[in-house]
């Protein structure tokens, strides 16, 4: 029998505040088939890391094979040893939870094509992430400055503002003047362009979003204008092929405006911290979250939204949540990447910093049979984390009931202006 605990997680709306998820059209016109569907979230990078041959994973991927034993026999050994991670149990959970599959075998792959073709309707795609996923609403980055609305659920599907490029110093001149109207020829008109580019996206933007992690460190450092100026002109001059020294300078300088912008439009500004998606490439002293300490200090009005509890260092991420005002903490990836430490992480976040800055979920892929399965990998980890939590005599059924809507729903709508972007949207659609 489930308990009231149980019950009322699977109850609550879940506010999912990171995707990446594709578009209506590309999900029906373009989406994936059976395997790709399974395989291709996060799980590609432990079936690498497994031993699974570039070969193999090529032809896992590759619709145009109709042989699905062919393409999962030639990964099979490698899922034997990863099905039990936080990405092999979110693979097992869109088996199970979407086509009911219980084991994966070509002739229940075979099985659930039907299924899929179903599943790849107009409308299909919100249907699953409401009422199967029990979603609230999603927050997209979808890698672009437009935040335009989205017929699919314009209430449902909103979107991030990127801000990566211009945290990497890339400055593409011609694209920002087809964006804008703006050339950029020094500080003051790529800052005009900045503006301009909030001013036009921002009021229907649920945040500003920058994973530039992937490809900087993120010790940021406060940059003087002359410095900048300088940086700007080489970047400019070297069509963006540039010393590491000069995109950092020019990338620190944009990443501040950016923040400020971020502020005047009461945007709460998401930040990539910790682990790499992928295999072979993540510089450890790139993606602590401590290196962001001088901008927080700096920026202590606007709201910084540290992603993926800043794997593996998440004790550093809970401290800098306990002390600085502006510092909230994402759960978003973290139950996949690790269930354990994310329970351990909520447990000792319960005790060390304040409730209301933690967000429990987003499930950070592509197609949305992933994102309901990491909601469900959610769901059943944080139930797990909080009966612990009574279990062990640290908290009442009613606190943790109380702390579960805070994290799964309240938490979001006080950090995220929810109704003044929903205000935009069915503005411009009126329009």
């Known amino acids: 029998m489930a308990t009231n605990l149980a019950q009322h997680i699977q109850d609550t709306p879940l506010c999912d505040t990171h995707e990446h998820l594709k578009k209506e059209h590309e999900w029906t016109d373009?989406?994936?088939?059976?395997?790709?569907?399974?395989?291709?979230?996060?799980?590609?990078?432990?079936?690498?890391?497994?031993?699974?041959?570039?070969?193999?994973?090529?032809?896992?991927?590759?619709?145009?094979?109709?042989?699905?034993?062919?393409?999962?026999?030639?990964i099979q050994k490698a899922w034997e040893a990863v099905q039990f991670t936080g990405y092999g149990e979110a693979v097992r959970l869109i088996a199970s939870q979407i086509y009911g599959i219980d084991e994966i075998t070509p002739q229940a792959l075979a099985s659930a094509k039907d299924k899929l073709t179903q599943l790849r309707q107009p409308g299909e795609r919100y249907k699953l992430l409401r009422d199967v996923a029990n979603i609230d609403h999603i927050q997209t980055d979808d890698f672009c400055w437009p935040c335009l609305p989205d017929a699919s659920g314009t209430d449902f599907f909103l979107y991030d503002l990127s801000w990566q490029s211009f945290c990497n110093g890339n400055i593409n001149v011609e694209t920002i003047h087809k964006e804008t109207g703006i050339t950029v020829t020094d500080l003051d008109t790529l800052q005009n362009a900045m503006e301009a580019i909030f001013d036009k996206y921002a009021p229907c933007a649920i945040a500003v979003k920058a994973q530039h992690a992937y490809s900087r460190t993120l010790d940021w450092q406060e940059r003087s204008k002359s410095e900048a100026t300088l940086a700007l002109h080489a970047v400019i001059g070297s069509n963006n092929k540039t010393s590491e020294s000069i995109r950092l300078c020019l990338g620190d300088w944009c990443w501040a405006r950016g923040v400020e912008l971020s502020i005047k439009h009461n945007l709460p500004f998401k930040l990539h911290t910790g682990y790499y998606a992928g295999n072979n490439r993540m510089p450890v002293s790139r993606i602590k979250s401590g290196n962001l300490c001088g901008l927080l200090a700096k920026y202590l009005d606007a709201r910084f939204v540290l992603m993926h509890i800043a794997y593996p260092y998440s004790e550093e991420v809970i401290a800098l949540a306990k002390h600085y005002q502006n510092v909230y903490i994402d759960l978003c990836w973290a139950w996949s990447i690790n269930p354990y430490a994310s329970s351990n992480f909520v447990r000792s976040y319960i005790h060390a910093a304040p409730l209301n800055k933690l967000f429990v979920f987003g499930g950070d892929t592509g197609w949305p049979t992933s994102a309901t399965a990491y909601a469900i990998q959610t769901r059943h980890w944080f139930t797990h984390t909080l009966q612990s939590e009574i279990n062990d005599g640290h908290l009442t059924e009613n606190q943790a009931i109380q702390i579960a809507t805070r994290l799964m729903h309240d938490n979001q709508y006080d950090c995220f202006d929810l109704q003044g972007t929903r205000d935009a949207i069915k503005a411009k659609v009126k329009r």
């Open 30 to 74: 373009n989406g994936p088939d059976i395997l790709q569907d399974l395989f291709s979230n996060y799980v590609p990078a432990d079936l690498v890391s497994a031993g699974a041959s570039p070969k193999a994973m090529k032809n896992l991927m590759d619709a145009t094979n109709p042989d699905l034993a062919d393409r999962f026999n030639g």
